[in-house]
């Protein structure tokens, strides 16, 4: 599912969920944000998201979202827990097998060959998985130290697993109903695999987290919410990776919602990835005299043959983007 790294398209989305969270300000009762003042009471909630989309004929794809966010607020502490995943297949492309049995010269083609129609099954074009657990105790009434962990896998980045705990110190500049903001500052050590190994990247590190946290009730129905965490490993600065991601839920019955969400997962420096070299080449003869022995390719800008002539390592891109629309059933 390479379309998510379009460069574009974020900024569409983002512009599209301010006008919503806009639209849904303007339409708030004038007494919400009164009424919505009191603190939240104790207690367990939960929060599942589920999406699904299907093509099928000449586009065979399929792709499975889900989510899920438990949490306990105490009296001064905050359990919270969240688990998301996101798969794709993707049709691999129908070819024509010739049948067996067909001969044909080394340097030609058979000359239209009976052949069959091979159509693959899927495979998996995209996995992202997450898991985050936090634990919050308040010091006081503005502060508080918080201590977790997280799990995550994107093949599409090269990153088979990274784990990573943390610890450290928060404020909490509003806790109500209405408004809730709290960032974060921690240290943390990190343990990550790559698809393909860097030498030049350190695989296990101590690292610096710092966080924020956001939620505001727009209205009854409205909800936005947005969480930042940005890790930099402290013995070099330029690996460092950050996960932002700001989301609009709708409420559609007292245990239902739409929830609309837009996902940045930015790596400073990426992983890396073998490619083909590839060369365009047609023959050339120096002294013009066929079957002399002095004959050699010369790559060329259209046409040719098509050759393979090595392997490379490069850099993935940097940024990856998702955009989910997902059911929320919340109790």
Not at 164 to 182: C, I
Not at 219 to 236: K, Q
Request: proline share 5%; charged share 25%; glycine share 10%.
């Amino acid at each position: 599912m390479r379309e998510h790294r379009r460069t574009g398209r974020p900024a569409r989305i983002t512009a599209l969920l301010g006008v919503a969270a806009c639209c849904s300000w303007l339409a708030a009762p004038a007494g919400a944000q009164e009424e919505s003042d009191a603190e939240p009471e104790p207690g367990w909630t939960n929060e599942t998201e589920l999406s699904l989309a299907l093509t099928g004929g000449n586009s065979a794809a399929r792709t499975f979202g889900f989510g899920n966010s438990l949490q306990y607020d105490g009296e001064s502490s905050r359990l919270q827990l969240r688990v998301n995943g996101l798969r794709s297949r993707a049709a691999v492309d129908p070819f024509l097998l010739v049948a067996p049995g067909v001969r044909f010269p080394l340097t030609g083609t058979p000359d239209n060959p009976p052949a069959a129609l091979v159509k693959p099954g899927s495979e998996p074009d995209t996995e992202h998985y997450a898991v985050t657990g936090r634990y919050d105790t308040e010091i006081s009434e503005r502060f508080f130290w918080n201590a977790g962990g997280t799990w995550d896998r994107n093949r599409e980045a090269g990153i088979l697993s990274r784990y990573s705990t943390f610890g450290g110190l928060g404020n909490t500049w509003s806790d109500g109903e209405a408004l809730r903001l709290a960032t974060t500052y921690a240290v943390s050590f990190t343990n990550r695999r790559e698809e393909t190994e860097d030498p030049g990247k350190d695989a296990r590190f101590a690292g610096a987290r710092l966080g924020l946290d956001y939620r505001s009730r727009i209205n009854d129905a409205v909800v936005h919410d947005g969480i930042v965490a940005a890790n930099v490993n402290l013995g070099s600065a330029s690996d460092y990776s950050v996960n932002a991601e700001t989301a609009l839920s709708v409420s559609l019955s007292r245990h239902l919602a739409l929830r609309l969400s837009l996902q940045l997962l930015y790596e400073n420096d990426p992983a890396q990835e073998d490619v083909a070299v590839l060369a365009r080449a047609a023959v050339v003869d120096p002294d013009g005299v066929s079957g002399s022995g002095d004959e050699l390719f010369e790559t060329v800008a259209d046409g040719g043959t098509t050759i393979a002539v090595g392997e490379r390592q490069v850099r993935r891109d940097r940024l990856d983007t998702i955009f989910r629309t997902a059911l929320v059933i919340g109790f």
